[in-house]
């Protein structure tokens, strides 16, 4: 699927949300259907079935809670801090909302436009490598959850 044909394209490509650089935008690679569903039922088995979203603890052997995620400096600093010993744009990601909505991107995206791909009061939004090592969490209450299967 092209960015032109995602169902959120709105998010990157609109004056009125957030207008991307063409070069960053090109690194936001929509999922076709089948595999979107997958890696939302993927998704689902990370975290622990509550309300909140929040990462399954008999999974991940440290999951922590960032406050107020919207404060974008904020979480982009949180970001960087946690993966600074890797270049962000070699982390690449998927980024998963719903059974038929989900993108693959790099780290430094993410860190850069966070809240483009977390909005407030809507989005449940799954971060996480092919390698299951880690996840990202937001629920749409404005919980933001960080999870790896060992202490960062």
């Not at 997958?38 to 622990?48: A, K």
């Not at 974008?72 to 600074?84: L, P, S, V, Y």
Request: charged residues 30%.
């Amino acid at each position: 699927m092209l960015i032109s044909d995602f169902p959120l394209r709105w998010r990157w490509t609109e004056e009125k949300y957030d207008k991307l650089p063409d070069d960053h935008l090109s690194r936001i690679i929509p999922a076709n259907t089948d595999m979107a569903k997958s890696l939302w039922e993927r998704s689902l088995t990370l975290y622990d079935g509550g309300t909140e979203f929040r990462p399954s603890t008999e999974l991940f052997d440290f999951v922590a809670e960032l406050d107020t995620p919207h404060s974008t400096d904020r979480t982009e600093k949180w970001i960087r801090d946690n993966f600074q010993t890797k270049e962000l744009e070699s982390i690449k990601v998927w980024v998963s909302w719903q059974p038929d909505l989900a993108v693959q991107t790099d780290m430094e995206i993410i860190a850069r436009y966070w809240d483009t791909f977390c909005y407030e009061a809507s989005d449940d939004t799954s971060i996480f490598p092919e390698s299951g090592e880690w996840i990202i969490h937001y629920w749409h209450e404005d919980c933001f959850y960080f999870a790896t299967k060992s202490e960062p």
